[in-house]
Structures are given as C-alpha cells and as structure tokens.
C-alpha cells in the first residue's frame, strides 16, 4: 500500500503572531506561526479585512517568532526558532511573494528537546542582538549587523549558558544604545536536585537574571540576578532610552511588578479581579498576553487574563524613575495566544480557541468613568481591587477570521443531498464551541438583489472611459429590448446612454479610451464620448450571431459562419478589415483576449466551430484571419473566454507564455489550454467535470488580475491565488450570466442574473477552501452521532473546571444572599438592590468566559440537532458532576427499527491521580426529534467507547471489553475480556471481529465466539501507539493516529488465523503464551507518516461526487487533510522521485531536514508528501526545468500529473 498525502485545509489555529512592516513598505503586516505554517496577514486600513499574502508549510514546529528591524532599516525581519536546531532570518520577498532565508546558523541537534534552544526568542529593541534560549541550561545570543554592501550579518553564538537552571520566559531590555541586555525569568533546581526531603523544592524561589553582551569585549556576562516574590510567567519591557524609563514589568499570579536597575523602587500593583466572580476564590490571577504600542510622546501595554479581560497599562514617571503603575479596565475579548497593536489602529487578536478577531481601537480609554487602579492606592496583602465586566466600548469588532481549531470530531455524510458530501465538524473549547457545518467553495456575500421586468438573458458592465476607477453602466438585454442602469449611490435607468433600448443586445463593451460599443444582431453601434454615434449594418439578409471585443478590436460571426474583423485607428474610427473569411462550418461561440500592455491588438482570435473543434486564428496585419493551430473537443462547445494571466505569476511554465483559453462544453466539462503567446499552439489542456449544465465562461476581475466564472448547474471560479490556480465552486445559487462589477461600495464583485432578479455580488474570502454555516454549542463538544432515519444529530458535550447552568445559578443566589447578609442595617436596601442587579446581571459566557469551578468538577450535556435547519431540538443536562465519554446510534435484536441512542457517563472523576465513583450507561430512545430516557445502568468504571454489534451492543467500561443486551430496567452484561491493558478508547466491528483501541498500547483484535460466549483477543500490536483516531479500512487492515502526530496502518498478515482458543485451565505451554504478555500473533505496520498536528478523527471517505476514496483527516490545530491511495506503480515512483528532486531542491525553510521531520516518531514508510510535491510550481523556472528533465518530462507535464491527483480524490 502506498499513500500520498495532502493537505485540503491548512491549520487555522495561530500559536504565535508578531507585527512589522515586513514588505518594507509604511504599511503594517502581521506574521502568525500556526504550528508547521508561516503566513503574512495584512489588515486593509480601509476595509479593515484581514486578507493572507503568502503562507508556507515550513516542514517543522515552529517554536518562537520574533520580528527585528536593523537601526535605522526600513524593513522587519523575522527570527524563527523551530525544532530544527537552527536559528532561521527571513525575509519577505515582495516581488516573488515569498520567503528568502538571509540565515541559517546550527547550533544543536534537531527535536524539541529541553536543553537545544528554540522555545524561547528575545530580541534587542535596537535590533542589535539576539537570544535563543531552551527551556534548560542552554542560551545563545547572536549579533546582528550590516556589511558594506548593507546586507545583514550574523557572528558566532556567543554561549551564555547555567547548568540547573529552567527558563520560564525571556524579552530584551530596552538600554536604548547601552550594551544590550536581556531579562530572563529562571530557577536554579540544584539545591532541589541534591535534597532528597523535597523541602528546598518547596523553598525554591525565582529569580530575574540580566544578561548583558558586551559588545567591546564580545561575550556575555551574567549582570545581576535577584530572587522574586511570587512566581512569575511573563517579562513585558518598558521603552527605554529616550522614549521611556527603560526596565520590565513582572506579570506573576495576582500581581504586576515594576523593576528595574539602580536606585528604582520595586512598584507592584495587584491585578484587579471581576465583582461577584464566580471562580474557585483561591485560584490565582494571571497575564497570559500583552502588547505595547509606543509613539515620540507616550506609550501603552495592553495585558489581558486568562479570564479574557485587557487591562491598559500606564506608567506614572517623575524624571528618569517610576512612581506609580496605572492598570485601567480596557475591555474582554476572548483569551488569545498573541495581542498585536498595529499603527494603524487595530488590535489583532490570536484566539486560542476558535475564530480569531481585528478590532479597530474607537477610543484609548483614558477620558470614560471608567476607575483607574494605581499601585500608589493603600491595600493590605492579599487585597485587589475589583471591576465591572462589561460589553465592548473600546473596541470595534472590524473583521473575524474563520478557525476551526480545535477540530474535537468530524464525520463526512451527504445529509443535505447535494451529490457533494458536507463535512460535520464539532470544534472549539467551551461556551465558544461551535458545531459547523463545512461546504467545498467560496462565501459569497449578496451586495444588493433587485427584479426586473422580465426574464433577461445577459448583462454586462461598462465604464465611461480608462480613467475612471468604477463601472458606469449595467447593461441588461432582453429577448427583444436592452436595459441600460446608471451605477452611483443607487442604481438607476437611463435613456440618454446612446445605447439603442428596442434589440437584444450581443455584446457591450469600452472601446479605446472612452467610446462605447454595443452589438446586437443587425449591427454594430460605436458611441462615441460626445455622443456621436457611428452605426454598421449586416450586409443582406444576414445577422450576427456571435462576436468577440475588447478595447480596440471587435470580430463579428455572421450567419452561415462569415467573419468580419474591425480594428480601432489612432483617431479612435473603427475600421472593417479588407477581406471577411467564411468559416466551414456555422461559429459556436468566439474569444478575444485583453490588449496587453503597450501592444496595439490581441494577436489571437479563438473561434469554437458546430464541428467539435476550436480554431486559433491571428489578428496579425500581415497573415489577418489566416489559421495558426486547431484543437478537437471532446464535446460541443458552449462558449470561450481568453484569459491572460502573464501579470500573476514568476515561475512560468514551459510554452506558457500567460495566455490561458477555457472551453466550457456542453457536457459540463471546463477545459483550460495554455495558449502559446508565440506560435498560437495549445500545448497543455486540463479538464475539469463542473455540472449537469452546459457551461458558460465569463472573464471577471478578481484581486486586480483576471479569473474566469464559470457557470452550469452550480457557479465556479478559476482563478490565480498565492501561487498557483484555484477552481473552487461559490456556494450560491445557480446562475445564468456574469459580468466584472466595480463600484465605490464594492471595488471586485460581480453582477450576475438569476431568473428575473439582478444580483451584485462579493467574493471577499479568496483561496478559502470551505465555508461554514455554525450552530453554537455550551460545553466542549466530545462525540457525536449522526441518525439519518430520524434526521437528526446528538452531540455529547463536556467540560472539566465547570459549572452546570444550575449550580451556577444557585451559587449566584448564594453569593447574593451573603450581599445582603454581610451588610449593616443601614445598607440593607443598598445591599438588596446590588444583589439583585447581580442576579439579573448575564454576561455571555461566548464572551466573558465560563467561570472556572475547580478541579474535579464537570458540566455535560446531551444536544440533538436537527439536520435540516441545524437549530437544536432537544437538550438533556446533566447532574453537576455528571461527565458524558461516549455515544453510541444502536438497533437491538427484538426491538425492530427503533433507535436508542447510549451515552456513557463518568461520576467525579479527578484526571491526576485518576480517581472516580463509578460510571453509568445512560438509554435513550429517539421519538419525534426528542431523546426520552428508558434506563441507567450503573457500572464500576468509566465508559469509553460503544458500538453495536450483532443487535447487541459492545461496551468498554474502563479496560473491559463487556457484551450487554438491552433489559426492561437497565443493560444486561452477557461477556466480558478483561486482556486489554490500560483504557479503552475506541470500539470498531466488522462480522465476527471487534478491533479495540487502547489509549497507550494502539490496537487489539479480538473475536467473538457465539458457541462459547467468548471474546478472544487474537492479534495486536508490536508498537505502544497512544491512539487518539482509528478507522478500519478492511477485516484485516487498521488506519490509527496518535497524540503525537503520526498516522499508521497496520495489516494483519495472511497467515494469521482469528480462530484460536483462550487457555483456562494453564496447560498451555509457556513459550505459547504470547510475545510480551501480549496475543500470539502481531500485526504488521505498512504505513507510518508523522503529520506534525493531534489528529483528532480519521474516516475513509469519498469528498466529491464520482471520486475514489481516501482516508480523510482532521487535526487539533484545525487542519483537514487527506491521505489518497495510488492506483498505480508508474504513479507511486514518478512522485517518489518528484519527492527526492524537491528535498534536495527546496530545503525547507526553517532549516529541518523533511525527511526526518516526516520521520519525526517512526521511520517514514510507503507515504509520499504531497505538501512538498506541490511546491514544484513555485520553483524557479530553470528549476522546474532541470526536474522535469530528470524525470523524462516537462514542466507542464509534472505540474499536470500533480493537479490530476488533487482533482481526482478532493479539491
């Protein structure tokens, strides 16, 4: 078995994001870090839209990112510390669209291991230096520089290493031009180490350690180090040197402290906690994220909770020193793994868990009612202030970017019944979980909709001359008259276009600079821009069927196949060409391309015959109208659009010279030729099965470079995106014609005509795969099933260090009553009042956070959702404490097609050390969209996994394998396996055989004898796999993932038998025992691949209609992938050796070899990456050339082959 994997969606989860002006430009961008993927995001300052300009698989964990900027550089780097032992400078390459490694220095081995740096990057603020630090012992500071040719530099690492010692974070000090200097927050364990009662451990206090590099004497110098009172988690530095008092500031539980050199005083201020909290009372605050933002005159830290609430952070100075540290309630957003201030007013915020948000800063917050708390206010030890939560008022939200992350299960079913199965996703953590619904195609967001008279039949848009910005006119025809509707504030009908309102109208278009050109069947009609207006007329009996336009040329189809071609003169005259040629056969449909830049016509004319073929034929004086090439097709054409896409991309392609032609047929077939700018040959066609519909193609304006919509039973874009073509369905309604629109409120949309209605539309989420419709949810969502008899969905839900909605209420009214009860006579009326606004007080938890109730407490959920409006039908809540594991659709012998739905319910579990009270199987059965209890069965562990079988049901409790029967009163147990080792944690069946997955030791096969009423465990594993997804792609073959990011098959080989007997009486002779206490035979692996996420579910599944299936995968990071099976051998060893060629080629980016990346756990076996393959096309030319040579193909050829196992199995 060989396999090649691909990734459908990248991770949507950002671990780390950093801020700079990395094009070099005055505009910001921002750079995230989403595990093994760079990107560079760019918030439009007028929209306020979030859109990607590039984003690389780097091929490696992506540990730290930094930004730097050299003194007196106009343009960021960025430093990368990864798991590959070396630290990485990059730069971005406008002009290319991509990443440039300016250096690549090792220093350790490869992995993340405690003692290599590269979790933690601190950085001088004047750009001179650079610290890498591991988590343990090890630092390396680096120097920056320029060389006389202004190219950066870096030294040799200069070692500041400490044996004992553990490193919790680290930022350069900002010295302005001093020695650069770095704060670290450490513990010295060597006392600890050496005391063998544990007290040291307890006694161990923290300590802020300056490291200073002395640039004279180049080395590094432990400077100063002092032991801290709490334990702290965070260094944010204070702007030093002429913009600030310089120092940190120390974020550690329930306090902010100031320090900083010389004769400063130690400032320390609480962090204020929220009034009436619901939270565990012991539990301690902290920061988890912070951002500065600094003018000339004044500077800022936003620093926000775990709890989500940002605080705006001043400084109070009096000369050079700090008198006083100012926090003020700044707003709550969710908690975010990065805060980013960007100059231009917005606040980027990388959510931890679920979508991620730009907001626009309305107001800095310093002129509202809101109290401001100062470390100079008295409080005794132990005492903080307190606030008020409350909605957005700082804050705008501007844009929110989709993520899935964490994807918790997902299953593929065509529930909608749209021939294209949907993706059903639960992801999210908490009050944010969402469960989403996941379609293949673009969003399209519907600007304006409006009727018209009658049923048009085409429409296009129209600008008054080249110098306006926006489309002036809509024009629509009709079947015997033409609408002609002015575009401003509104759009309206005019009369006094010039356009003639009483014929269908063929073509519109602009001609020259600022005439106008319409066509319609007994002539041409050329508006000139004083209203001129000069006429041509069809000859005879004869009308014009079909035409071609663009800026200066317009050919005309004749009935009975005659062409005429006109070309535009200097003085802007349209003139007839001498000779007309008779075509042999009548002309189906036509195309011209676009005057390219600085030429005088389009050298080609594509003419699509009744006879099956297109023709190519050229406008050139010297040869006009004479035939260059001729293509067969393999089905009627319907219509033809010539595209160039010479402005989009630097790594052509051989004989590509930009020109594109795409065919729609009438098959539903789109087919896109490379049209040779030189010969006019068509070397390289692709075909693409769109719909039922015969397909029409429109040239449209997308991102400032041309795409095509195509049009059949459903509407499809191509068009050129970070690299390489995208052909993605929108997810809207069908459509019957298209034209490019533009307008102030909508510079890129479309407008489009569906039945009798006009409609504007934006596409404004280009290159995503997906859209989503979501429903939200309360809990984190664990499992679900899906009934379609019942059309309905259930979703177990579950949180740990939660409280149910009942006991929250009850501990509201608890804490109100002690209100009323704590306060005097006199302020009893007071008292009730606050209490009672406290009671009727409702933040919503999607935003303010669910209170944290404490270790060992769980809140759970059983929703059912209805498949055809997804809105929820029916919730079941659960007892405080109660925790929902697993769930199960069953049908039971004796019962007929009624179905129960079981969920396996855990009471007080404590996860470290593990304990519980026991477990409980809890029966429902599904009437009329609603769950109704029949019974619960207690049992003595918690249940794991369930699965029918046989019109029974098998059920894991704990590390049995048990068989129950459905009773009257509650489940009855009629077997039971007690040889699985730890936990089970997932159940498959097939026939007589049941594939178990234990949480530490991968998977056991077992067999149910029905003679005996036996569970016989036959086969397992040679490998401990802590398998956290399992799918079964045949009786003898198992596909697993494990938390560690590795996907497996393992297959059991021919000469096992599942027909073996257990041993009760202890006769069995030793050495027949099993291998390892385990079962006598082992399956074989015959497929290992390190993914680098927590793949979360594997199902084997076909993604769009008519495709051969794959093993789908989804990722903890919010990742989909997939892993397609080759059909053939030729197939496996052309891309293993595309693999080989690319490895050594393109070295991945942040310095890890990809073969041992891909190799991190287990050698890698029999998968081919078909991430790295697909990075030939954005190779440098010669590159792709000299590859393709390698493998006895051309460039073309190699990027086909690619593009046709993409579209065989997905998008």
Known sequence: MHLYNLTLQRATTITHAVHGNFCGTKQQEICVSRGKVLEILRPDPNTGKVYTLHATEVFGQIRSLMPFRLTGGGKDYIVVGSDSGRIVILEYNTSKNCFDKVHQETFGKSGCRRIVPGQYLAMDPKGRAVMIGACEKQKLVYILNRDAQARLTISSPLEAHKANTIVFHMVGVDVGFENPTFACLEIDYEECDNDPSGESAQKVQQLLTYYELDLGLNHVVRKYSEPLEEHANMLIAVPGGTEGPSGVLICSENYLTYKNFGDQPDIRCPIPRRRHDLDDPERGMIFVCSATHKTKSMFFFLAQTEQGDIFKITLETDEDMVTEVKLKYFDTVPVCSSLCVLKTGFLFCAAEFANHYLYQIAHLGDDDDEPEFSSSMPLEEGVTFFFDPRALRNLVLVDELDSLAPIMSCQIADLANEDTPQLYTVCGRGPRSTFRVLRHGLEVSEMAVSELPGNPNAVWTVKRNTEEEYDAYIIVSF?????????????????????????????????????????????????????????????????????????????????????????????????????????????????????????????????????????????????????????????APESICVLDMSTQSDSKEEGEGGLYLNIGLQNGVLLRTVLDKVTGDLPDTRTRYLGTRPVKVFRIQMQGSEAVLAMTSRSWLSYWYQNRFHLTPLSYESLEYASGFSSEQCPEGIVAISANTLRILALEKLGAVFNQVSTPLQYTPRRFVISPETSSLVIIETDHNAYTAETTQQRKQQMAEEMVEAAGDEQQELAAEVAAAFLSEDLPDSQFGAPKAGKGLWASNITMLNTSTWQTAHTINLEQNEAAFSIAVCKFAGQGEQQFVLVGVGKDLILNPRSHSGGSIHCYKILNNQLELVHKTPVDDIPGAICQFQGRVLISVGKLLRIYDLGKKKMLRKCENKAIPNYITNIMTMGHRVYVTDVQESFHFVRYKRQENQLIVFADDTHPRWITAACKLDCDTLAGADKFGNVTVIRLPTDVSDDVDEDPTGTKALWDRGLLNGATQKAACSVNFHVGEVITCLQKSTLIPGGSESLVYTTLSGGIGMLVPFTTNEDYEFMQHLEMHMRSELPPLCGRDHMSYRSTYYPIKNVIDGDLCEMYSSLDISKQKSIAGELDRNPSEVSKKLEDIRTRYAF
Not at 501 to 511: D, K, R, Y
Not at 557 to 578: H, K, R
């Open 479 to 635: 079947v015997n008259a033409t609408l002609v509707l002015s575009i401003g504030e509104t759009v309206e009908e005019v009369t006094d276009s010039g356009f003639l309102g009483t014929t269908p109208t063929l073509s519109c278009s602009q001609l020259g600079d600022d005439a106008l050109l319409q066509v319609y069947p007994e002539g041409i009609r050329h508006i000139r821009a004083d209203k001129r207006v000069n006429e041509w007329k069809a000859p005879g009996k004869k009308l014009i069927v079909k035409c071609a336009v663009n800026q200066r040329q317009v050919v005309i189809a004749l009935t009975g196949g005659e062409l005429v071609y006109f070309e535009m003169d200097p003085s802007g005259q349209l003139n007839e060409y001498t000779e007309s040629k008779e075509m042999s056969k009548d002309v189906v449909c036509m195309g011209l391309g676009r005057v390219p830049a600085g030429e005088q016509r389009c050298r080609f004319l594509a003419v699509c015959l009744a006879d099956n073929t297109v023709r190519i034929l050229s406008l050139d004086p010297s040869d006009c109208l004479s035939p260059l090439s001729m293509q067969a097709l393999p089905a």
